[in-house]
């Protein structure tokens, strides 16, 4: 189990509604705060020269002890922000403990 004292982090989250605007934009619910959570920001470049491309593979550690929250399928693509930027959720998984089949952690990896 984690010290709650290594959550350090504040993030809003948002689940796509499915529907789009006028100008053909996804549309997002209102955003819910989760605190404390721990968020670990990763910037990778590759490429060369003139062809370099910048990635922002983040992975957002959510534990439901210390935040009440059920995340599933339907919060993919949903929006995770944290007061710097906005990421996309592209994957969610859930660890489980390992003596009772209870969810331990979630693990949001964001782009």
Request: net charge negative.
């Amino acid at each position: 189990m984690i010290d709650k004292r290594m959550l350090v982090d504040t993030v809003t989250i948002q689940k796509t509604t499915g529907e789009t605007d006028v100008w053909g934009k996804v549309t997002y619910d209102e955003p819910t705060t989760l605190k404390p959570v721990r968020f670990d920001r990763a910037v990778s470049h590759t490429g060369s020269g003139q062809n370099r491309a910048e990635n922002n593979f983040s992975v957002l550690m959510i534990y439901p002890k210390y935040t009440p929250i059920e995340l599933d399928d339907s919060w993919l693509n949903g929006l995770v922000n944290d007061t710097h930027r906005d990421y996309i959720i592209r994957k969610i998984i859930p660890q489980y403990h390992p003596f009772k089949h209870t969810i331990l952690c979630y693990e949001v990896e964001v782009i």
